[in-house]
């Protein structure tokens, strides 16, 4: 089994625990040129926490989910905004239809896309002049996560995950490098523009477990290695934390016009 594949073995775990987007992304998404009733392909929609966003800014959908789980949910979520159609298929695989959309739009999800594919995929998906809109989010230095703290939760990782590099170090926002190197090389893409959010989320430590559930790497562990790390991780935050953490995110726009 793929990596991306492992979120679509609890889809009901994945909507409940996984963190929703600042609105602000889709307001700048409208204030990029996008206006209510553009057509827009979402890439990888997951359980529809940006489709519903969009959906209720207008936009005419067709998202493209490859888990079978993960776009029922979604379409449950989705199922009082007629102008959405979720599909389950690989982006890779799925057949682009004959009329073009003004964007190609992928949240947390147009890093699995095969990078031979992603970009030129993208790009004859789109009228000329469409956007390609893509969504990150980092774990970054702040809330809780000081560097006495991620030393400590790193010391768990360690142990129960071999893979874990050593020396790992939260970067702060401005440590991130705005990138659109991929789409300007492909010479489809002009140049991107950035919009960044920093916010926190406070977290129980079930809370906090339920979201570690929902990451491919420890899905992906033994499970004797994945339950050992979420007792360490669950009696770290207990004793010394209350049972509360807060996680800082940064979450990023960037877009980018297909220029032929």
Aim: proline content about 6%; hydrophobic content about 40%; aromatic content about 10%.
């Amino acid at each position: 089994m793929e990596l991306r594949e492992t979120f679509d073995e609890d889809a009901e775990r994945y909507d409940r625990a996984r963190p929703r987007y600042p609105a602000q992304v889709f307001d700048d998404l409208v204030a990029a040129g996008v206006p209510s009733g553009a057509r827009v392909l979402e890439i990888g929609c997951g359980t529809g926490q940006a489709t519903v966003p969009l959906a209720e800014r207008g936009y005419r959908i067709v998202a493209v989910e490859l888990g079978a789980d993960l776009a029922d949910v979604a379409r449950r979520n989705l199922a009082g905004f007629g102008s959405v159609e979720v599909v389950t298929a690989a982006f890779e695989d799925w057949p682009l239809p004959s009329e073009p959309f003004d964007v190609v739009f992928s949240a947390t999800a147009f890093h699995w896309i095969d990078p031979a594919v992603r970009v030129t995929k993208s790009a004859d998906a789109l009228r000329p002049g469409g956007l390609l809109a893509t969504v990150g989010t980092h774990h970054i230095a702040g809330g809780t996560w000081t560097e006495p703290f991620f030393a400590e939760i790193q010391r768990c990782y360690q142990r129960f995950d071999p893979s874990t590099p050593p020396g790992l170090r939260l970067e702060g926002a401005r440590d991130i490098a705005q990138d659109d190197r991929e789409l300007t090389s492909s010479q489809r893409f002009g140049p991107a523009s950035f919009h960044r959010y920093e916010w926190e989320l406070p977290y129980s430590t079930a809370a906090y477990l339920d979201v570690l559930l929902t990451y491919s790497g420890h899905r992906a562990l033994p499970d004797a290695q994945r339950n050992g790390l979420l007792h360490a991780i669950a009696r770290l935050i207990d004793a010394d934390h209350g049972g509360q953490v807060v996680k800082r995110y940064l979450t990023e726009l960037r877009t980018a016009q297909r220029v032929r």
